[in-house]
């Protein structure tokens, strides 16, 4: 069983359109995160939910929306998409103060 | 504000070499500490972590001690393989190691190993 999946792997795009990216964990975790790794593998984070409630939003464009509809998902949609989009999008999750459980990214390519 | 800092890459070995990733941190509070690594075209692994000073992380061979005079938390291993040969990151979770607190990462080591 997948810990964390998401959903597409890859997604290639125009400039302008919107898209989704979902995430799940079967995991019972109460946080989930989204984080942004550059083409250097930087890695940043983006948002993160504690029982559905947002507790970090980092400095990123308001086109980035995260939806939590419940403790086990967690959705990323991109509005107005820019070629500067172009990463590997990661969600994860945790409990408590233990490490997160990454899923296996999404290579998103706006072109 | 909270930061990670690690050696730059990529670091070359032999198999069967001695490994260090130099990791150093900068958090106010009592941060648990933590290595990932990431193979070719996979998502980020937990390989080991830390909670509080002087603890040992192990995990496959690897290990990092917390070291909360020198802030750091150096990843070792005694005879790495090619197997080895990834991506590895340092990171932390800062305050007081809750889930309210980011998990902040390094800029990540490459380790390439030769046969």
């Known amino acids: 069983d997948t810990a964390v999946s998401q959903t597409p792997k890859y997604l290639v795009t125009q400039m302008g359109n919107d898209k989704s990216i979902k995430c799940e964990q079967n995991?019972?975790?109460?946080?989930m995160y989204w984080y942004k790794q550059d083409s250097k593998k930087f890695l940043k984070i983006m948002f993160s939910?504690?029982?559905?409630?947002?507790?970090i939003n980092e400095t990123v464009p308001n086109r980035f929306s995260p939806k939590s509809p419940d403790k086990a998902h967690l959705n990323l949609h991109i509005n107005s998409l820019e070629l500067g989009d172009s990463a590997v999008y990661f969600c994860?999750?945790?409990?408590?103060?233990?490490?997160?459980?990454f899923g296996q990214g999404t290579r998103l390519t706006v072109v | 504000g909270d930061s990670v800092t690690q050696m730059e890459g990529p670091v070359t070995l032999s198999e069967e070499a001695f490994l260090t990733i130099n990791c150093t941190y900068t958090?106010?509070?009592?941060?648990?500490l933590f290595w990932y690594v990431q193979y070719p075209g996979e998502g980020l692994q937990l390989l080991l972590k830390?909670?509080?000073?002087?603890d040992k992380g192990s995990n496959k061979g690897f290990e990092a001690t917390y070291r909360k005079e020198t802030t750091s938390f150096h990843l070792e291993k005694g005879s790495v393989q090619v197997s080895d040969s990834a991506v590895y990151f340092c990171?932390?979770?800062?305050?007081?190691?809750?889930?309210?607190?980011?998990?902040?990462f390094g800029t990540g080591t490459l380790l390439a190993v030769q046969p």
């Open positions: 994860a999750s945790s409990q408590g103060s233990g490490g997160a459980f």
């Open positions: 995991l019972g975790h109460d946080t």
């Open positions: 939910y504690n029982n559905k409630e947002l507790i």
């Open positions: 958090a106010t509070g009592y941060p648990s």
């Open positions: 830390a909670t509080k000073a002087d």
């Open positions: 990171a932390l979770r800062g305050g007081y190691g809750g889930a309210t607190n980011k998990l902040i």
